[in-house]
């Protein structure tokens, strides 16, 4: 069965510094792997994702994430941190298949919070 | 932003009565989703559609029932709300309902059962 892991619940960074939020995914074959964001009281927002090819993927508000298959992981990076960016953010993992429903497992979510 | 509106926004209510939430979008997609979130859980499929009165079950279905007579509307019941079912709830839409695709989610549903 696919899970997802997100290892730091909680992450407080300095506007400007660099940030990696973690992300193991448990699943038999290629995954599907997204990044949501979600602000304080708002849906979930997509960042970026990844299917296949280039394992670096480039996704909105500067973020990106590189896919290592190796170490079952899909960790997110932006290399500048904004005071906007404080938000909970999940890891997701989704099946592949085109013929039907594949269920999409989201991780338990970290927050960021952003020193001034 | 996807046209994905829920409703009530929030709902104070007492255990043992029945409780219905209403998602609501303009985007004519086919798939449509009920998710809740708990803090360490993030958020968990409770039921899904994949088109007008075709539903099924996802990972945390007990005690909740879902309806879906028109494209636009979802609806989630819960029979008889118990304090476990306190949450926030989430619909979200899809357009193709694979797992390669982009979830599109509501603002939320803050549930408080007593």
């Known amino acids: 069965a696919q899970s997802v892991t997100q290892p730091d619940i909680h992450i407080t960074v300095s506007e400007g510094a660099s940030l990696e939020l973690r992300c193991n995914y448990s699943?038999?074959?290629?995954?599907?792997l997204f990044w949501y964001v979600q602000s304080p009281g708002q849906g979930l927002q997509l960042l970026l994702k990844?299917?296949?090819?280039?394992?670096l993927v480039q996704g909105i508000k500067g973020f990106e994430a590189e896919f290592k298959r190796s170490q079952s992981s899909f960790n997110l990076r932006k290399p500048s941190v904004h005071w906007s960016d404080a938000a909970e953010y999940f890891c997701?993992?989704?099946?592949?298949?085109?013929?039907?429903?594949?269920?999409?497992?989201f991780g338990p979510g970290t927050s960021l919070s952003v020193i001034p | 932003d996807a046209g994905i509106t829920q409703s009530p926004r929030h709902k104070v209510t007492e255990t043992g009565t029945p409780v219905t939430l209403r998602c609501h979008q303009t985007?004519?997609?086919?798939?449509m989703y009920w998710y809740r979130q708990d803090p360490g859980h993030g958020l968990r499929l409770i039921h899904y559609?994949?088109?007008?009165?075709?539903?099924d079950k996802g990972e945390v279905s007990d005690g909740y029932s879902v309806s879906r007579s028109k494209t636009e509307d979802f609806l989630l019941t819960l029979e008889s709300a118990t304090s476990s079912q306190t949450s926030v709830y989430f619909c979200?839409?899809?357009?193709?309902?694979?797992?390669?695709?982009?979830?599109?989610f509501g603002p939320g549903t803050r549930l408080t059962v007593l």
């Open positions: 699943y038999g074959a290629t995954p599907y």
């Open positions: 979200a839409i899809s357009g193709l309902g694979t797992g390669d695709n982009e979830q599109f």
């Open positions: 559609s994949y088109g007008v009165k075709d539903t």
């Open positions: 985007e004519n997609h086919r798939y």
């Open positions: 997701a993992v989704g099946a592949g298949g085109k013929t039907s429903y594949d269920k999409v497992i």
């Open positions: 990844y299917f296949s090819g280039d394992t």
